[in-house]
């Protein structure tokens, strides 16, 4: 059966920029279609952040339970290890994604967004096809919002397949890896290789830049590689994966220009993601691109009238957060409203061990460009919080300019952090000047006050230091 809808807006993607934006367009009484060929949720909650951070805190858990052998700690000991059932972790992480799944779909629902199942396929600008398990199905729109996302970037030596996986395969392991390999050290590699560490494999990470989370300063990323190595984390710094090895393993080039062959059960490749553009008949479109990405201005229009794109299909930082705003706008300009995607800042989190928050300008960045800046930092061994949750490695640090004390950003390191991005990012985006953080009340004991002794500190009268 062929069926032809028309519609005011057609979302494709139902990730967590196209949901969002289907959700607030249909709340704002436009005739909506979301057209998702797999789950709902996209790649943030069926393959990536959820997952993942479900997984990071079951390992956690495992961790905390083998570190309480023998002698134990916090004065509690277990006399026999814990079992990993990594197929049950795998199956409780599923729960937690299915849960969601049907979540987003009855938020569709409730705001009467029409849900379609399949791949859309452009003939023009407007004008897609979708072949549902009912059959299929044109859409006509006035107006498009293209949240098509990204995919893991495969590297030529190493293609997908067999032992060599992504992030999706490293997500749904059903046996623990004796040794894993991990080609890349930015987050999501680092995240799932202390997970992984944690759960009890041998892991060897192999980067090509000459430091770990290479998009971080080192003072931040220190606490991470503290970490690594006191946990038998191999790392290879400055150096190429080239390929598998001819009795299995991987062959890498290390920075001394040694060839080394690394044992590897499996070998987990996380360089990068890559915009979805070639699945959709993006050239039947008339869209101009930014390189990889979809170009588009701070309203999310592309160059074609009524085209609009959100989401990692448009470019860096690809992160769910950055999606959903743009999502949650794009609607509103689609309604008609006068807005415009213009963050002051967009928090960045590694769930490492420890986690890393990081919003606004780090110190270096203020410099580079232009500012005469103002420094204050304040370790977590001076935290009642953080020693009482036995985390006392890391630190927070603000960065303003010293002219006016604005803040000009925000980064923490340490256990917990991750949750401190909300006050960050709040302070940022309402532009607070150093003596607005000083004269707010932190609750006691908290990480937060940690944000407001860095302040005293920038401002050279830091109490507890
Ligand atoms: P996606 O979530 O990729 O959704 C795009 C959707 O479009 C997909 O569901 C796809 O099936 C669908 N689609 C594509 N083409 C078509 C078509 N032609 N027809 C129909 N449907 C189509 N971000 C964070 O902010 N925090 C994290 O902690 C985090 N952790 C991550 C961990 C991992 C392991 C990974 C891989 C990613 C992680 N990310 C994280 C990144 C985050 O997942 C993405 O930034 C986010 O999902 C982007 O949302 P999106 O809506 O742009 O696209």
Known sequence: MTQTIHTNV?????????????????????????VEADRPGGACLNRGCIPS?????????????????????????????????LAGTMAWKDGIVRKLNTGVTALLKKARVTQLHGRAVFSDA?????????????????NVVLATGARPVELPVLPFGGDVISSTEALALDRLPQTLAIVGAGYIG???????????????VVEAQSSILPLYDTELTAPVAKWLSKHGVTL??????KGLGAKGGLDIVTAAGEAVNLAADKILVTVGRRPVTDTFGLE????????????IDDRMRTSMHGVYAIGDVTGE?????????????????????????????????CFTEPEIVSVGLSPSEAVARGYETVVGQFPWQANGRALSMGAGDGFVRVVAARADHRLLGVQAVGAHVSELSAVFVTALEMGAVLEDITGIIQAHPTLSEGFHEASLSALGHALHI
């Open 317 to 349: 930082p690809m992160l769910a957060h950055r999606a959903s705003a743009q999502g949650e706008r794009v609607a509103e300009i689609i309604a008609g409203h006068d807005r415009r995607f213009d963050p002051v800042a967009i928090p960045a989190v």
């Open 10 to 34: 057609l979302v494709i993607g139902a990730g967590p920029g196209g949901y969002v934006a289907a959700i607030r367009a249909g709340q704002l009484g436009l005739e909506t279609v979301i």
């Open 284 to 295: 039947a479109m008339g869209v101009d691109m930014d390189g990889a990405f979809i170009a």
């Open 53 to 85: 951070k479900a997984l990071i805190h079951a390992a956690g858990e495992f961790a905390a339970m083998t570190e309480s052998l023998g002698p134990g700690r916090m004065g509690i000991t277990l006399s026999a290890p814990p079992v990993l059932d």
């Open 236 to 241: 290879h710094l400055s150096a190429k994966a």
């Open 126 to 142: 407007k004008t897609c096809t979708v072949e549902t398990d009912k059959g299929t199905v044109t859409v006509h729109a006035q």
């Open 190 to 204: 680092l995240e799932l290789g202390i997970a992984f560490r944690k759960l009890g494999a041998e892991v060897t």
